[in-house]
Structures are given as structure tokens and as C-alpha cells.
């Protein structure tokens, strides 16, 4: 019988096996990654598409596009798919990010048959109607116009801009922007951007050579380029200097804060550790930013920081909202948080807890063979391999206080950041 008054034994995690997909290559240019799972029923088809910018950054149009593809096609109303899919239990969820629009199918094996037809008519041949697109711009005008009235979300938008300028992650809708959307505008972009040459298929779950065949015989014998692809490169960002902005809500209870700065990628060497040495700073609840802005002064509910890769840039990001009597309190503790990572070494206790923290957590992650795919995706669209999981874990393990040290110093100079408030009275 357990002893449940003893502690279980901890065991170090020496290594995370990852499942590695089958890759295929339809003749048509599509390319497909199958992680088969025999013990699951359920199907998971996502078709992830490059998004394309033609000289033009602003993402209207791809933001447009991710939110009406499934809102019609010349056989189908928006109404009817809603209803074909919901029939069969399935779910057809587009998504758009900075970096891809995508569509994603979940559906029972038995049903791949009857939803297949539905799936390749959405990405064929959906029509955008007018009516959606009209009442599309006008949700999204009221949402934008409520949204504004938010210190966080001011903050954010500030933030992404003063990093990346006029560029797809630095140029926000508007409310201007919205209203001069033309259907033609989404459909243009849909015959380039939504084809096999510009798409990755990731299948995972049941996946047998049956339904393979049916994925074939829907998106490689039926599915053809119908557009040269011709994007323009991302644009050269201009050096970024240390700044300070504010925006005036005189009033608003809370100030929202942002800091950050551009940071490396995923691709760089130094990506593991920079994560190791965010975490510990505030990338986890019990971080130093937390236990002192939260914890020990009150200043919030929470702080937090993190490190976010992209196809083009990378960059690190402290967020919090505080009330506005605490604003430049705040701020002071935020750099003494940064100068104590530079200034003193961090205690084996605190590096043993971020350690376990850290891959305690990614091999909790992997609870299914969907996990297993999300973690294939963030390295492949990194251009790297599974193999990168390996190189994290060594360096998570090995990370000792000077490497800390040393990390801080290089990428969290308070100095270095741009610093963005909403709300506060700040001098």
C-alpha cells in the first residue's frame, strides 16, 4: 500500500523522445506530415498557408480571409457548412497569425468521407459573399471601438508598433483600414495564397493508408495551383533605440505596462538559455517578477514576461497591468528585478526549480500525438528539426548561475527596452 505521508522519489528528465512524421509530397506540391495514432478515433487535418504580402504589409486583407473562408462557396452558404460540419461532430476552425492563415478539421474517421467534400470546396472555391464581408467590417469596427477604450490593448498595439514599425507585426487595423476592405481585395489574395505550393498539411490521429488515399483524392487529384506565387521579402527593420512612450486615461483605474525589445529567434543559439533566464525572471508563476510585483508589494494580479519567436524577428515582452498609484513603483522594481539577474548569482535551489519547472512542463505537454504535432510545427516553421528538442534539453539541464548571468546581461538591460505605459500618472 502507498505511504501517502512520503513524498514521492523525484527523478531527473534526462530526455523527451518526440514522434517523428512520416513526410509525404503530393504531386501538386502540397506537403503533408503524418502522425499516425491508431489508439485515437478522432482525425486532425490542418492546412497551414504562408501568408503572402505583395509589397503591401498591412494585413487587412489576411486578417479578412482567416476570419470569412469558411462564410460561403458557390455550392455551399455559410449556414449550410456550419450545419454539413456540426451533422458529422466535426469542428472547421480557421485561425490567422502574424505568419499563417490556417484551417484546421477535427473529425471521427468514420466521417472523413462526408466532410473531405466540404473541406475542399472551402478551399477551392469559397466566394467571400459581399453580405459577410459588410457584416464582417462592421463587428470588427464596433469590437476595434470598444477595444480602444482598454489600456492593455492601447499598450499592446503601441508595443508592436514602436518594434516593428510599418510592417505586418507593426501596422494595426483600423477602424479606416476595415471600411476600405473590397471583396476583390480578399479574393485575390485567396487564389494566391490559399494553394497547394503555398501550404503544409500536418495529419495526425487515426490516420490509416485509406484515409490517406482519401486526402489524395481530394487535395492532390483535385486541387490544383492557381496563381504564381510572388511575394515581396520582409522588409530591412531600421535599428531599435530605447524609448519611452505614454498615453494619457486620466481616467483609468489601472495602468497598463509594456516593456520589451527585439530579441533573437528560435534559430539562435542562445534561444534555450534566454528562455531558462526568462523564465526564472518571469515566465512562471513563482518567477521574481510574480513573488515581487505580485506577492510580496501588491502591485497586481499578475505580471509576467516571455519570449516570442516569428518567421521574420523575434523579441522579449513584459506585461502587466498595475493601478496607477503604483505605475513608476512598478517600473523601479522591474529594472531591480533585471540588475539583481546581472548583479548576483541566482541560487542552485532557484535554478533546480526553473530546471524541473521547464521540462517538467514540456514532457506534460506531450499528452497527445496533437501536442506531438505542435511541437513539430514550431521547429519546422523555424527551419529547424526535431532535433532542436534535444539541444533545449541539454542546455535547460546544463544551465548553471553564471550562464544566468551572463544571458541577462546580453538580452534584459532594462536600458535597452522600449517602455510603453497607458493610463498612469507617470513624471
Known sequence: MINREIAPTLHAIDEITLQKPEELVFANGLKVFVFPAAEQELIKAEFVFRNVFEGNENPVANVAL??????????????????????????????????????????????????????????????????ELNTYVRNNQQNLQISMEKSD??????????????????????????GSLTREQVLNLYKKQIQPSNATLFLSGNITNEVIAKFK??????????????????????????????????????SAIRLGKRSIQRSHVDYPALQFTNTLFGGYFGSRLMSNIREEKGYTYSIGSAVANLNHAGFLTIATEVGVEYTNDTLVEIQKEMNRLQDELVSDQEMELVRNYMLGSMLGSLESVFSHV????????????????????????QMSPLDVQQIAGQYL???????????????
Open 413 to 427: 538591460r532594462f536600458d535597452d527596452m522600449i517602455k510603453i505605459v497607458v493610463g498612469g500618472e507617470v513624471e
Open 153 to 178: 490593448f492601447l499598450a499592446r498595439r503601441r508595443f508592436y508598433h514602436e518594434l516593428f514599425s510599418d510592417t505586418r507585426y507593426g501596422i494595426s487595423l483600423t477602424k479606416e483600414s476595415l
Open 217 to 254: 483524392e481530394y487535395f492532390e487529384l483535385q486541387w490544383t495551383n492557381q496563381a504564381l506565387l510572388d511575394t515581396t521579402a520582409f522588409p530591412a527593420l531600421e535599428p531599435l533605440l530605447p524609448s519611452y512612450s505614454k498615453i494619457d486615461k486620466p481616467a483609468a483605474l489601472q
Open 374 to 397: 505542435d511541437k513539430f510545427k514550431s521547429v519546422y516553421f523555424s527551419g529547424l528539426t526535431l532535433d532542436y528538442y534535444d539541444y533545449y534539453t541539454k542546455i535547460i539541464q
Open 66 to 131: 482567416g476570419n470569412l473562408l469558411k462564410e460561403g462557396t458557390s455550392n455551399l452558404s455559410s449556414a449550410r457548412i456550419a450545419e454539413e460540419i456540426d451533422y458529422y461532430g466535426a469542428y472547421l476552425v480557421p485561425e490567422y497569425s502574424f505568419d499563417h492563415n490556417a484551417l484546421t478539421l477535427y473529425t471521427l474517421r468514420k466521417h472523413v468521407d462526408s466532410v473531405l467534400p466540404i473541406v475542399h470546396d472551402v478551399l477551392t472555391d469559397a466566394i467571400f459573399p459581399e453580405k
